[in-house]
């Protein structure tokens, strides 16, 4: 039975790695309830946690949330820390996915003293990682480099070059909100090296959308679209709406940017749609920010208020730091500046920047259209 158990796991682990994320789901049920019949707990565990997992990529987090619950009762049951460890950084990932960062970062908290004692460096890398990713949501993004830089040096002592590539991608996307464009694109091409080494194309994927955030930063359009292209196909493949929906909202950006509202508009339908399935009120934030943008851009100042408050809203209930700031200063710019085709840029109010300053960024909005990092 352990055999037969064993290459079920093995099976949905290759489909995994090939991102075929919902195939792999097969083998690991059929190894669930054989691994139930038979009472062989670690299997049960891999198993449960491995689907937990994907649940949690493909933003199914109410399922992904169950089956993690399920892997802490029985190792509460039984007395199996370190594996009841990686379900609390699941359930960490799949409340900070939804925007809950506050209790998800409790809870990887709690995970880094188990790692420590049973000295899984693997773990703990994994939890600095989630940390950072956590820290991103919040707004800290001075930490969160921090927790990313730890994580990859973590993840290279260990040799775990997929840890270190994903950990790379976290450290662009921090370095991106930043204002450092460089190391933003540095950090995705290294990790975009990294993942296709690995063939992995979850990674590739990933990793092209960063790559395509930088060219974006540097008003290179044309470039950034391609790459965002390269990624939008990938993630159709494997049909993940999670990450697949920031990329919409980036080329939608880029539209934005070039006064092509109606093509904008379109792909922010997208993002937005797959945002709301998902419950993730972050990217509905940057979906009404976006908006709002285009009815400022369009004349249509009451429309663009409408939808910047609502941003400010969801930013404020959810203390998303940095996107507040970004729904604060375009509610500044619309009321100082009425006259939409004014061409003027406005110095935010100093407080205004020392906030985007104290979470570690360095580039703010002077003026509607604004490319949103």
């Excluded at 995970?111 to 919040?138: H, M, Q």
Aim: glycine share 6%.
């Amino acid at each position: 039975m352990k055999e037969k158990i064993r290459i079920l796991l093995e099976e949905a682990e290759s489909l995994r790695e090939a991102s075929r994320f919902t195939e792999s789901l097969k083998p690991l049920k059929r190894a669930i309830s054989i691994s139930k019949k038979s009472g062989y707990l670690d299997g049960l565990l891999e198993s449960t946690l491995a689907i937990a997992d994907i649940y949690r990529i493909k933003g199914f987090y109410d399922k992904a949330t169950a089956h993690y619950s399920e892997v802490i009762e029985i190792c509460e049951a039984v007395g199996f820390e370190r594996i009841k460890a990686d379900a609390i950084v699941g359930i960490a990932l799949s409340l900070k996915a939804q925007g809950f960062w506050q209790e998800g970062l409790k809870k990887i908290k709690r995970t880094i003293p188990i790692y420590r004692k049973y000295n899984d460096k693997r773990g703990l890398a994994f939890s600095l990682w989630a940390e950072g990713g956590t820290l991103r949501v919040k707004g800290d993004i001075k930490e969160a480099i921090n927790k990313f830089d730890a994580a990859k040096k973590l993840f290279g002592s260990i040799n775990y070059r997929a840890g270190v590539a994903y950990s790379l991608c976290g450290l662009g996307g921090a370095f991106r909100v930043a204002g450092k464009t460089e190391k933003s694109m540095d950090s995705y091409i290294k990790a975009n090296r990294i993942f296709n080494d690995l063939d992995d194309k979850f990674g590739i994927a990933y990793s092209y959308c960063g790559i395509g955030n930088a060219y974006r930063m540097k008003n290179d359009y044309s470039a950034a679209m391609d790459f965002f292209l390269k990624a939008s196909k990938l993630y159709e493949d494997f049909r993940d709406i999670v990450s697949y929906s920031y990329t919409l909202w980036s080329m939608a950006n880029i539209h934005k940017m070039q006064k092509d509202f109606h093509s904008a508009k379109n792909y922010l339908k997208r993002a937005s749609k797959n945002f709301k399935r998902t419950k993730d009120k972050r990217g509905i934030a940057y979906c009404f920010l976006t908006e709002g943008e285009i009815e400022y851009l369009k004349g249509n100042n009451k429309r663009a208020e409408f939808f910047f408050m609502k941003a400010f809203e969801i930013t404020k209930s959810y203390k998303f730091a940095l996107e507040k700031c970004y729904a604060q200063s375009f509610l500044f710019i619309l009321k100082t500046n009425k006259n939409s085709f004014q061409k003027e840029d406005i110095m935010l109010p100093p407080l205004l920047i020392g906030q985007f300053r104290k979470l570690g960024v360095e580039i703010f909005p002077k003026e509607i259209p604004y490319n949103i990092p």
